[in-house]
């Protein structure tokens, strides 16, 4: 691991990004992913597709590519990717988006929401609430941004918040409620009642509401409902989401972010220098995606619902207690009655023991409340059958 020279620590280190010995702190998700190249074990750690997306949408990148959408693409997006976001956004939600205005494209959900942390925070006393567990990049983006993290526990089986601990955390202070729903790595989708409560208080203390989406049309129960549908709650939402999870396309990078014309023109002045643009035949192939009939949004729903099943049963067998996820690509399980109690110790012995890759939640907790998700752990579903079926014979395995 390299060394960090002294004069560029205190970014690294202030943003906690830094080991204590000057290192750059390797993610859990780098060891893991290591540990399965080692070992030849089956990944279920990393959330990406062993299978390629729809034919037509990676046939119109090598169409682009041949066309010559080779060069830079305009600043905020290739305009029939533009167009085609605000069309999906009318079609799934009733949501009227200006396409000249009103979106911005981006280099994954990742930059959207960085640029739009380094963007709307203005210096160290602005708070950002989000829900604990949380998508890693969360916490590293907002410390880069120089603001402060508090967060609200979403807590087994359901993993919904509280209400009242979810009021408590929002103050004055608060710039931004940073909302994930379907939610990583927990699956769960939150209820009407939260969504309610993030825009009241959001309007109450005059935060802006950013929201991820990225797992929109993985949600198995209930169509997804984007909270910037809810009364008064547009004029201060801002929604990501990415081509990456709902057309299997995660390398190619491809996220959009839309809301009101004046925080999305502050979003894209960070955004300009962070990226300027990314991925100009993949804009256009991924417009094609957006215009996909209705079936092919419901059947990736489906198909991976029964992923998670299959998944679900194995962990079952193997001894583990299951949380059905309600959306997205993971599930958690409890490894307690396995000897998991320590699931970090857990998941680190699991490659070589039992052939599979596997991350603890505590890798999505601030370090202080690790211990409160102890025996969790977080399995990959998005992978072919065969596969999950291996996986699960290999714990069932390793269990017995
Ligand atoms: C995968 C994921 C992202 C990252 O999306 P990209 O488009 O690859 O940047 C963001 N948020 C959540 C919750 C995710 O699961």
């Given at each position: 691991m390299s060394v960090i020279p002294g004069a560029w620590r205190r970014t690294a280190a202030g943003a906690g990004l830094l080991a204590a010995d000057g290192t750059v702190a390797p993610t859990i998700f780098a060891e893991m992913s290591a540990a399965a190249a080692r070992t030849g074990a089956i990944n279920l750690g990393q959330g990406f597709p062993d299978e390629d997306g729809p034919a037509e949408v990676l046939e119109a990148a090598r169409r682009a590519i041949a066309d010559g959408a080779n060069q830079y693409p305009p600043g905020r997006g290739v305009p029939d990717l533009l167009a085609a976001i605000s069309e999906h956004q009318h079609r799934f939600y009733g949501l009227d988006v200006d396409p000249g205005t009103e979106v911005i494209v981006t280099a994954g959900a990742t930059e959207a929401l960085t640029a739009t942390l380094l963007a709307l925070i203005d210096g160290p006393d602005d708070e950002v609430v989000v829900f604990e567990p949380y998508y890693d990049s969360y916490a590293a983006a907002v410390a880069l941004a120089g603001a402060r993290l508090r967060t609200v526990p979403l807590r087994a089986p359901d993993f919904q918040p509280d209400l009242e601990q979810l009021a408590a955390a929002v103050t004055d202070r608060t710039r931004i409620i940073l909302v994930n729903d379907p939610h990583n790595p927990t699956g769960a989708v939150f209820g009407r009642e939260v969504l309610v409560e993030v825009v009241r208080l959001a309007q109450q203390h005059d935060a802006v509401i950013v929201t991820d989406e990225v797992y929109e049309h993985l949600s198995f129960?209930?169509?997804?409902?984007?909270?910037?549908?809810?009364?008064?709650?547009?004029?201060?939402?801002?929604?990501?989401?990415?081509?990456?999870?709902?057309?299997?396309?995660?390398?190619?990078?491809?996220?959009?972010?839309?809301?009101?014309?004046?925080?999305?023109?502050?979003?894209?002045?960070?955004?300009?220098?962070?990226?300027?643009?990314?991925?100009?035949?993949?804009?256009?192939?991924?417009?094609?995606?957006?215009?996909?009939?209705?079936?092919?949004f419901s059947n990736a729903a489906t198909e991976l619902a029964r992923k998670h099943q299959i998944l679900g049963q194995g962990l079952r067998a193997a001894g583990f207690t299951v949380h059905p996820p309600r959306g997205g690509y993971f599930t958690v399980a409890d490894a307690t009655a396995l000897g998991g109690a320590d699931a970090a110790a857990f998941c680190r012995a699991l490659p070589e023991r039992?052939?599979?890759?596997?991350?603890?939640?505590?890798?999505?907790?601030?370090?202080?409340?690790?211990?409160?998700?102890?025996?969790?752990?977080?399995?990959?579903?998005?992978?072919?059958?065969?596969?999950?079926?291996?996986?699960?014979?290999?714990?069932?395995?390793?269990s017995a």
């Open positions: 129960h209930s169509p997804h409902t984007p909270i910037a549908t809810l009364p008064d709650a547009a004029e201060r939402t801002l929604t990501i989401s990415s081509a990456g999870k709902t057309f299997s396309t995660t390398g190619w990078k491809i996220g959009w972010i839309h809301g009101p014309a004046a925080l999305i023109t502050a979003v894209l002045t960070v955004k300009q220098y962070l990226t300027y643009v990314n991925g100009s035949p993949f804009q256009p192939a991924i417009a094609v995606g957006l215009r996909l009939d209705d079936s092919y039992a052939g599979v890759v596997a991350i603890p939640l505590s890798a999505f907790v601030s370090p202080e409340h690790r211990e409160d998700y102890a025996g969790l752990v977080r399995f990959a579903a998005c992978k072919r059958i065969d596969v999950l079926e291996e996986a699960a014979a290999r714990l069932t395995r390793y």
